[in-house]
């Protein structure tokens, strides 16, 4: 598929979503309540909760077109169109998080009345209270790994006399570093937005939607590691059999991304944060 095919396709595919998701976005909440066993919500809140979702489709939207943008740009700079396909691949879900929990950070889902009730938690919700530790704790975790691998890469770049590709294994690391720290201000973010509420029905849909968005955002730093995981391995790889290797890394570094991204949404379909959080006491 040449690139101009490879762009019609994906947009078409993106507005087909988009079209679907902004029709489907009542069903979609009430969905998502009832999966999750929420209280149910006036019909003014319900349908705040309604508008952030197609907002946040919008703005998902945005970040689509913006990857197949670069995606393209990557394939006419390299000549073809398959670095096309993988920029897109690469960076699709993360954009799309990122989007999304960037809209969480500044958009207040509930407005309540001026001189109406107001909830005031005791506590601040907290990552822990939205993802449990096997799942919250794991990218960090895989980050042992990627030390390992560093050392071997530039242990084995050493012993191959192609000690000078050590700068390569060194930009990964960097460049993971940087990409995790943006990560975790987001959450900070999401976690820190000031949302006023006015019933104990509204504590617990803001903390699941909260919840959701911190799901994602862990999901994409633990499939952000496993590339990285890859693409170390790659760089003596390179040096020993030439450049064909790095797409088989890549490839192997894809299939454990998807099945971390499999496992994480089968644990957001499951997982329903408390409306009182632990250490809180209930009204």
């Keep these: ?31 998502f309540g009832d999966r999750r066993a929420l209280p149910p919500l006036t019909p003014a809140a319900f349908a705040a909760v309604v508008r952030q979702v197609r907002t946040s489709t919008l703005w998902a ?12 740009s990557v394939g006419q ?24 929990a960037i809209h969480s950070a500044t958009h207040r889902t509930f407005r309540p009345a001026p001189g109406g009730p107001r909830l005031a938690p005791t506590r601040s919700f907290r990552i822990e209270d939205a ?12 980050l042992w790994v990627v030390v390992a691998a560093a050392v071997a890469a ?19 690391m960097a460049t993971l570093a940087a990409i995790l720290l943006g990560f975790r201000l987001l959450e900070r973010a999401v976690l820190s937005r000031p949302q006023p509420l006015q019933n104990r029905s509204e504590l617990a849909w803001d903390r699941a939607l909260r919840a959701q968005t911190l799901f994602m955002l862990r999901q994409v730093q633990a499939g952000i590691v496993i590339t990285a ?18 797409p088989v890394c890549m490839t192997f570094s894809a299939a454990g991304v998807n099945f971390a ?7 957001i379909d499951q997982h329903t944060p408390t409306t009182t959080a632990p250490g809180e006491q209930p009204a």
């Design 229 to 246: 995981i890859g693409a170390i391995i790659a760089v003596p790889l390179a040096g020993l059999f030439g450049p064909d290797a790095v």
């Design 61 to 72: 939207t945005v970040a689509i077109a913006v990857c197949i943008v670069v995606a393209v």
């Design 261 to 267: 991204i499999a496992a994480y949404a089968l644990r």
């Design 131 to 142: 993802v449990p530790a096997p799942y919250a704790g794991f990218p960090d975790r895989l």
């Design 1 to 31: 598929m040449d690139l101009t095919g490879f762009v019609i396709t994906c947009g078409a595919a993106a507005l087909v979503a988009v079209f679907a998701t902004l029709g489907t976005a009542r069903r979609s909440v009430q969905r």
């Design 154 to 172: 530039t242990i084995t770049l050493g012993v191959t006399s192609a000690f000078s590709l050590v700068w390569a294994v060194g930009t990964i």
């Design 77 to 100: 700079h390299l000549a073809t169109g398959m670095f096309a396909g993988w920029a897109l691949l690469l960076l699709i879900y993360p954009a799309v998080a990122v989007a999304s």
